[in-house]
T-cell receptor
Framework: AQSVTQPDIHITVSEGASLELRCNYS??????LFWYVQSPGQGLQLLLK??????LVQGIKGFEAEFKRSQSSFNLRKPSVHWSDAAEYFC????????????FGTGTRLTVIP | GAVVSQHPSWVICKSGTSVKIECRSL??????MFWYRQFPKQSLMLMAT?????????EQGVEKDKFLINHASLTLSTLTVTSAHPEDSSFYIC??????????FGSGTRLTVV
C-alpha cells in the first residue's frame, strides 16, 4: 500500500537558518514525488517535483529536494529560511502513469522566528 | 501553465441546504479531476475521482449520495454537498492532472455550515 510519512509535525527555525523537512514514502511502483506549500486558508502551491533523472531537484523559492531510492526518502531543504517561508508543507507521491491521484503526507508546519 | 479555478473560495450555508463547488480547468482539458477534503491542521484526504462523462469513483467511507460529483465536460467538475450539516464544514480542494506529469490544484473552498 502506498503511504507518505512526514515525521515532523511542527518545526521551528530561526530566520536565516537552514531547513530540512523529512519525507519517507512507501509505493509499489516507481513514484512521482512532490513537495507542496500551503499558506493558511489557501490552496497548494507546487515547490518542486521529481519524476526521473537527476536525484537532486531544484524548485521555486530556493528550495531543493533529494530523492534517495535506497532510503525511500525525498527530503526538502533550504539553505537560508525567510520569514515568508512560514507555512504548511506537504510531501506527496503519485504514480508515473495513468490518471491516479496523489497521496499526501500529514504535513509539517514551519514556524520561522526572527 | 495549467490553471485550475475553484469557486467559491468560501461559503457559509445553513444546515440542511446544499452547496455546489465548481472546479474549472482554464487552459487545458481535464478528463480526470480529484476532490480532496482537508480538516483543520490535517492533510488532504482524497474523497473521489471525477471522470468526464462517467460516474465518479468514491473513496471508502465517502457518501456518494451526500457528495454529488458531476463532470459533464472536459473543463468542469462540480461537487455538491447535499443537506449539509456542521460536520461537513471543511476545506475542499480540487485537482486535475494537466497532461504530462503535472498536478494542478484549485485554491480551495472553505465551507462553513451553521
Amino acid at each position: 500500500a502506498q503511504s507518505v510519512t512526514q515525521p515532523d509535525i511542527h518545526i521551528t527555525v530561526s530566520e536565516g537558518a537552514s531547513l530540512e523537512l523529512r519525507c519517507n514514502y512507501s509505493y509499489g511502483a516507481t513514484p512521482y514525488l512532490f513537495w507542496y506549500v500551503q499558506s493558511p486558508g489557501q490552496g497548494l502551491q507546487l515547490l518542486l517535483k521529481y519524476f526521473s533523472g537527476d536525484t537532486l531537484v531544484q524548485g521555486i523559492k530556493g528550495f531543493e529536494a533529494e530523492f534517495k531510492r535506497s532510503q525511500s526518502s525525498f527530503n526538502l531543504r533550504k539553505p537560508s529560511v525567510h520569514w515568508s517561508d512560514a507555512a504548511e508543507y506537504f510531501c506527496a507521491v503519485g504514480h508515473q502513469t495513468g490518471a491516479n491521484n496523489l497521496f499526501f503526507g500529514t504535513g509539517t508546519r514551519l514556524t520561522v522566528i526572527p | 501553465g495549467a490553471v485550475v479555478s475553484q469557486h467559491p473560495s468560501w461559503v457559509i450555508c445553513k444546515s440542511g441546504t446544499s452547496v455546489k463547488i465548481e472546479c474549472r480547468s482554464l487552459d487545458f482539458q481535464a478528463t480526470t479531476m480529484f476532490w480532496y477534503r482537508q480538516f483543520p491542521k490535517q492533510s488532504l484526504m482524497l474523497m473521489a475521482t471525477s471522470n468526464e462523462g462517467s460516474k465518479a469513483t468514491y473513496e471508502q467511507g465517502v457518501e456518494k449520495d451526500k457528495f454529488l460529483i458531476n463532470h459533464a465536460s472536459l473543463t468542469l467538475s462540480t461537487l455538491t454537498v447535499t443537506s449539509a450539516h456542521p460536520e461537513d464544514s471543511s476545506f475542499y480542494i480540487c485537482s486535475a492532472r494537466a497532461g504530462g506529469n503535472g498536478y494542478t490544484f484549485g485554491s480551495g473552498t472553505r465551507l462553513t455550515v451553521v
